[in-house]
């Protein structure tokens, strides 16, 4: 059983940035693809980002490409996201997910997910 845990949310002012973290245990973090996904209020949950197990393969949502990086750190079990150039839109609580391979966590039939952080951008 795979335990994923989000932090680093917070209010921040547009244009600015934040650095979200996920911290994974239960499980053998390097063989899992992870992903971010986020969900406003009134709207349904949506992609934002996703990594391989080895991190040679990433994919950006268009919404945020340019402005939002996926990372990882398989020595500390860890998902990273960097936002920058954060926008109103960006609002939402996030995401992190597992699963067994990239293909399945990018459409969101992720394995495993996190409660989720709350980010807000005041514009």
């Known amino acids: 059983q795979v335990q994923l845990v989000e932090s680093g949310g917070g209010l921040v002012q547009a244009g600015g940035s934040l650095r979200l973290s996920c911290a994974a245990s239960g499980g053998t973090f390097s063989m899992y693809a992870m992903g971010w996904f986020r969900q406003a209020p009134g709207k349904e949950r949506e992609f934002v980002a996703a990594i391989s197990s080895g991190s040679s393969v990433r994919y950006t949502a268009t919404s945020v490409k340019g402005r939002f990086t996926i990372s990882r750190d398989n020595a500390k079990n860890a998902v990273y996201l960097e936002m920058n150039s954060l926008k109103a839109e960006d609002t939402a609580v996030y995401y992190c997910?597992?699963?067994?391979?990239?293909?399945?966590?990018?459409?969101?039939?992720?394995?495993?997910w996190g409660q989720g952080t709350q980010v807000t951008v005041s514009s």
């Open positions: 997910a597992s699963g067994s391979t990239l293909a399945s966590v990018r459409v969101g039939s992720a394995d495993y």
